[in-house]
T-cell receptor, first 114, second 111 residues
Framework: DGGITQSPKYLFRKEGQNVTLSCEQN?????MYWYRQDPGQGLRLIYY???????QKGDIAEGYSVSREKKESFPLTVTSAQKNPTAFYLC?????????????FGQGTRLTVV | RKEVEQDPGPFNVPEGATVAFNCTYS??????FFWYRQDCRKEPKLLMSVYSSGNEDGRFTAQLNRASQYISLLIRDSKLSDSATYLC????????????FGRGTSLIVHP
């Protein structure tokens, strides 16, 4: 079955450590996105990529980094520069085309700083 | 002003009630509109797309008013299983699809 997979589901990080969240899709989608969700809040865009080897900052990119070396993969690194990293991280993909094309989400990664 | 705004609620309604949510967006160049449903501690899932002419899917009806820049979702005959957060999603960047989310409206359906 086609879909989008995030791992791990839960992640604990010590302060000062970098961690990388995995996101893989086999939907042949060009566009991929990373969002952060805090309790009781909506989704805020961290980074997005519309094509391999290219990505753009979203609204809250500080303290995060990404890469897009393969169409299927869009990993997110939460660096030690991110001051408040505890959150629910969601990866999504879509065709990236203008029009009524939906975004598909992975199951999310819950990151907790301990 | 936020790009996509929703009343966070919660809307607390009895089973069988009809409930309506509204969402406003600021970018007049927005082209794609959706309602997503998010259950507690889960990922959002598409509920329905919103078309200019309005569209219906069973108990759910979505409307788009481009002139006033708002989107609505009507749920008829509410079920307990409708309890969730409903997210309004808009393509705000123009020329490419980048989903921008409202903060969501919480619905609680009680017996």
């Amino acid at each position: 079955d086609g879909g989008i997979t995030q791992s791990p589901k839960y992640l604990f990080r010590k302060e000062g450590q970098n961690v990388t969240l995995s996101c893989e899709q086999n939907l042949n989608h060009d566009a991929m996105y990373w969002y952060r969700q805090d309790p009781g809040q909506g989704l805020r865009l961290i980074y997005y990529s519309q094509i391999v080897n290219d990505f753009q900052k979203g609204d809250i990119a500080e303290g995060y980094s990404v890469s897009r070396e393969k169409k299927e993969s869009f990993p997110l690194t939460v660096t030690s520069a991110q001051k408040n990293p505890t959150a629910f991280y969601l990866c999504a993909s879509s065709t990236g085309q203008v029009g009524n094309t939906e975004a598909f989400f992975g199951q999310g990664t819950r990151l907790t700083v301990v | 002003r936020k790009e996509v705004e929703q009343d966070p609620g919660p809307f607390n309604v009895p089973e069988g009630a009809t409930v309506a949510f509204n969402c406003t967006y600021s970018n007049s160049a927005s082209q794609s509109f959706f309602w997503y449903r998010q259950d507690c501690r889960k990922e959002p899932k598409l509920l329905m797309s919103v078309y200019s002419s309005g569209n219906e899917d069973g108990r759910f009806t979505a409307q788009l008013n481009r002139a006033s820049q708002y989107i609505s979702l009507l749920i008829r005959d509410s079920k307990l299983s409708d309890s969730a957060t409903y997210l309004c999603v808009v393509n705000t960047r123009g020329g490419s699809y980048i989903p921008t989310f409202g903060r969501g409206t919480s619905l609680i359906v009680h017996p």
